[in-house]
């Protein structure tokens, strides 16, 4: 089993950087693709971000492309997400997923095994 703990929520303004960071427990973590997930209060969960296993490759939802950067440690069995340029929309609580099924990530929540319990990230206008 995996236990995940996201961290680095907060409240930032538009325009801003916040950098979160997931911790996955076990010796397993290489073995498992990783995703980031958002909801928003009343709102559907959203993908957000995918990256493979070995961290070679990654997909991200349209709305953060080119905003919003995901990366994993493997030494320190931690991924991360680097998001720029935040905007009001992006405000949510945002969840880690370790994905064992595929190589790079699925795009659906329910290919994923594990869940972290969340951190919430504001934005302000």
């Known amino acids: 089993q995996v236990q995940l703990i996201e961290s680095g929520g907060g409240s930032v303004q538009a325009g801003g950087s916040l950098r979160l960071s997931c911790a996955a427990s076990?010796?397993?973590?290489?073995?498992?693709?990783m995703g980031w997930f958002r909801q928003a209060p009343g709102k559907e969960r959203d993908f957000v971000a995918a990256?493979?296993?070995?961290?070679?490759?990654?997909r991200y939802a349209d709305s953060v492309k080119g905003r919003f950067i995901i990366s994993r440690d493997n030494a320190e069995n931690t991924v991360y997400l680097q998001m720029n340029s935040l905007k009001p929309e992006d405000t949510a609580v945002y969840y880690c997923?370790?994905?064992?099924?595929?190589?790079?990530?699925?795009?659906?929540?329910?290919?994923?095994?594990?869940w972290g319990r969340g951190t919430q990230v504001t934005v302000s206008s």
């Open positions: 997923a370790a994905d064992r099924n595929t190589v790079t990530g699925g795009y659906w929540g329910w290919q994923y095994e594990y």
């Open positions: 076990g010796r397993t973590f290489s073995t498992y693709a």
């Open positions: 990256i493979s296993r070995s961290g070679g490759s990654t």
